[in-house]
């Protein structure tokens, strides 16, 4: 299987047969208990579904495969994957993130901070100097990073991340949910862990939700992360392993369309007279856009932010007044969505007041400028 490309792979989700029944797609394991043989041993891999289920089998091994990591573990949700990732960090260690992020990510590194007396640095996402100042040799455990950074899409380098990283005896973990391996494979760059919020892209029809992590080598933290997925109990249901594999399967066209179209809707605002911005990697103007031509390989995935000329109010009315675009938060379903960031993200939000963040769907791309058209020209914000 090794000759064939990664895309074809996973069409086929590696070439997956049912031994039992010549069925081209995985049975659903609903059982939460497994019964023993006449010698008491166990027929598979599992006793207790809390521990795994043989659903998660292929999709792991896909997921695996996909990012070129030694190991994958799905959870119940992104959240769950990372709380399980934060798990390993011990009492008097040390966490470094980006000041911009994924704020569920970062409301939770700042109770654990708390609660546990657990070292908590941000640096500036464009600034891998703040980066080095900002690890503790010998003390930080973990540099999380995120590229891009949602939602102004910073690109952050991540071989050059994971060699900070590495020199001061940390592990790179990297929240690739925006940058799938369609366009980046972060173990690549040298990265320890890959994560995934499965909840976007890779199940890409906003119906489960799922977290995955992909992992470098087999080692005792990986050791203990599938450990805490097992006792906090943070497993994915079969239906939704099920589910998200199905969706997996079309990452590659989805993903691809959805850059497409996302690259053309940047390009056409670009000098838009109601958009004071467009933020999007794969914008020439864009602060990442070179390390992003080097780190994403097959476009430059479909999120990105306007900068729209007028206050949080107007910013709003424009979420409100697009008929295509659905008012809504999340990303990388098949549906196009818009959204004013700094309203989901509360009052201590540093996004901008007039950011506008958009996942792109695989609509017809026309369609989708002509709906951002018709609702700023319903504004004049520009005025
Ligand atoms: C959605 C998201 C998460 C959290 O994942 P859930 O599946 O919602 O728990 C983490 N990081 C990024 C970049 C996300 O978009």
Redesign the pocket.
């Given at each position: 299987m090794s000759n064939y490309k990664i895309e074809t792979l996973v069409a086929q989700a590696c070439h997956y047969i049912d031994a039992a029944t010549g069925g081209v797609n995985l049975p659903i394991q609903p059982s939460t208990t497994f019964a023993r043989d006449a010698d008491y041993q166990l027929v598979g891999n599992q006793g207790y579904s809390r521990s795994g289920n043989p659903t998660y089998d292929q999709l792991e091994k896909v997921s695996a495969m996909l990012d070129g990591g030694a190991a994958a573990l799905c959870f119940a949700?992104?959240?769950?994957a990372?709380a399980a990732v934060f798990e390993t960090v011990n009492i008097n260690e040390h966490i470094v993130a980006p000041r911009v992020m994924?704020h569920?990510?970062q409301d939770w590194l700042r109770r654990i901070s708390e609660k546990r007396a657990i070292g908590l640095s941000f640096f500036e996402a464009d600034d891998l100097d703040d980066l080095k100042n900002a690890v503790q040799p010998g003390k930080t455990s973990v540099v999380w990073i995120?590229t891009p950074v949602?939602p102004t899409w910073t690109v952050i380098d991540i071989a050059a991340a994971a060699e900070i990283a590495h020199s001061a005896g940390a592990i790179l973990a990297v929240?690739c949910?925006?940058a799938t391996p369609v366009t980046t494979r972060a173990l690549d760059f040298g990265a320890d862990i890959v994560?995934h919020?499965?909840?976007?892209y890779m199940n890409g029809h906003s119906d489960v939700?799922?977290?995955m992590l992909v992992t470098a080598k087999l080692d005792d933290r990986w050791e203990e992360i599938n450990f805490v997925r097992t006792h906090a109990g943070s497993v994915l249901g079969s239906f939704e392993a099920w589910l998200l594999l199905r969706g997996m399967r079309t990452l590659f066209i989805r993903y691809e369309k959805a850059s497409n179209s996302a690259l053309k809707i940047a390009r056409h605002f670009e000098n838009h007279p109601a958009i004071e911005k467009v933020l999007y990697p794969g914008l020439e103007s864009h602060q990442g856009h070179d390390i992003a031509k080097r780190q994403m390989q097959n476009g430059f995935g479909g999120m990105l932010s306007f900068l729209v000329k007028g206050d949080a109010d107007q910013a709003r009315q424009i979420a409100s007044l697009t008929h295509l675009f659905l008012p809504a938060t999340?990303?990388g379903g098949v549906e196009s969505l818009i959204e004013h960031r700094a309203t989901i993200e509360g009052p201590h939000s540093l996004v901008p007041d007039n950011l506008l963040r958009l996942s792109i769907g695989i609509e017809n791309s026309d369609d989708l400028v002509g709906d951002l058209e018709q609702a700023l020209g319903c504004l004049h914000v520009g005025d």
């Open positions: 949700s992104g959240m769950a990372i994924y569920g990510a995120e949602n929240d949910t925006v994560f919020s499965a909840t976007k939700l799922a977290g999340s990303l």
